[in-house]
């Protein structure tokens, strides 16, 4: 967590150096392959190291996460086309949160289910879950990778959910009506999540410990990342290239 968080403040100690930031997050050495800039640039990329896992039956699921406005972009078709076609083992999310960047999806949109009401053009099920209800989730997961190690090709899942916030730090999010907010907001899946583990008679303290747990880990983790070095500037050339350098195209 504090590498993570010291990329994100553009730290010298951070997973990417401090060069990636938030829209680059890579770690290739725990299986993340990356984050990218450009909308669902990552969807090819997930079949990409899904045909790997098959060629080396290694057992291994690669997992793209997207929002909304991806689906309906030429990467995404072309993913869930070849994914279909070879039968690799990925899991395709969407995170539906109903908006683009400041537009709503259904606005832009043919069909309500911008993912889940594709699925069927390449042969996959139309699978929808509250994307607020961790339960849910869980158990779509777990079936889903199941049927990718199994050899039974893709998953594309739509996961109906919703942002708290604007799309940015600098997206007060005016754009969306107060009473829908105020709805979705009042399905907030963490709160949500701990009173139904109260009323399966999970014990109070014991929850109040886990989340001052967590929450002092993230404290830890920021401050570290406040304290870190920022990159030293001879970093600047380096790991642009794939030999280390530039001095070859010059």
Sequence with gaps: MARLMAELLGRGTGICGGKGGSMHLTDVTVGAMGSYAIVGAHLPIAVGAAWAAHARRSGQVAVAFF????????????????????????????????????????????VPNPAADRASAYGLEDIIVDGNDAEQVYEVAVASIERARAGDGPSLIEAKTYRHGGHSRADPGAYRPDEEVKEWLSRDPIPAFRARLEAQGVDTAHLDQIE????????????AARQAPLPPPETLATEVWANGGSSWRN
């Design 212 to 223: 001052s747990e967590a929450n002092s880990a993230v404290e830890a983790a920021t401050e």
């Design 67 to 110: 929002g909304d406005g991806a689906t309906n972009i030429g990467a995404f078709h072309e993913a869930l086309n070849l994914a279909a076609v070879w039968k690799l083992p990925v899991v395709f999310v969407c995170e539906n949160n109903l908006y683009m960047e400041y537009t709503p999806i259904s606005a832009v949109t043919a």
